[in-house]
């Protein structure tokens, strides 16, 4: 079988149909779907009336599978995170942000699924953060290289939303105490393509740990808008039993807030990775 793959624009994201999702994958399906997700970045898969057992399966054949420490999943396959408006303030993710890079070793990847939709509304964009990376100067590139940065969960999950409660305090200090910010480098390269891309996000990204305060502010400021410039950018609206693939090492996303007090409900397996290098 292959894979009928439709580019979306010239930055990044592609259309994928002539495949199952629900169904294991062969060896010659699997490394098709891994060099369009690597060549594209973000994928995009219509009809797909994937269960969460089947999600997980999935995801679990590009790599370990993340459980996350604050938002609520589905009890019987914990590794689906459950994005419900209906449940959980998810204002975080109407941010750019690339998923939990405050861990040593974020995403590689995620895998979307939309279960329940507003009738109009509820968009998700993409942002390709090697071609953003590729329309910087050379001179801002080589002050980059050297550059690390700081990433801190409590930034886009502040103890006011999520330790409401006793119960609810008591957990998000553990998982404060075990998920300290950690250090990346501010220019990331690809484990696989060896592309360089921005590796800084409005989402977890304190400071540039080598600058001043005001530079460090300075700086970031301009990434985070130089990296979601609309050329780097796809924008995909949603049916039902869609299914999104993106590539976490290269990618920010942002999903829009824009479709209260409508419903809109998301399942996610996320794919953990290596260190960034």
Known sequence: MTLHITPLS??????????DLRQPLTASLRQQVEDALLQYQVLFFREQPIEPQQQAALAAQFGDLHIHPLYPNVPEQPEILVLDTA????????????????????????????????????DTLWASSSAAYDALSQPLKQLLDGLTATHDFTRSFPL?????????????????????????PVIRTHPVTGRKG???????????????????????????????????????????????????????????????????????????GDRPR
Not at 10 to 19: E, H, N, R
Request: cysteine-free.
């Open 10 to 19: 010239p930055a990044l994201g592609a259309q994928v149909s002539g495949i």
């Open 87 to 122: 449940v959980t303030d998810v204002r975080d993710n109407a941010i750019w942000h690339t998923d939990v890079s405050f861990l040593q070793t974020p995403a590689l990847g995620a895998v979307l699924a939309a279960k329940q939709l507003p009738p109009y509304g509820g």
């Open 160 to 184: 006011e939303r999520f330790g409401n409660t006793p119960e609810a305090l008591a957990h998000y200090h553990e998982v404060q105490r075990t998920h300290p910010p950690v250090v990346h």
């Open 198 to 272: 921005l590796f800084v996000n409005d989402g977890f990204t304190n400071r540039i740990n080598e600058l001043e305060a005001a530079e460090s502010d300075a700086l970031l400021r301009f990434l985070f808008a130089h990296a979601t410039r609309p050329e780097f950018t796809i924008r995909w609206r949603w049916q039902e039993n869609d299914v999104a693939f993106w590539d976490n090492r290269i990618t920010q996303h942002y999903a829009v807030d824009d479709y209260r007090p409508q419903r809109r409900v998301m399942h996610r397996a996320t794919v953990l």
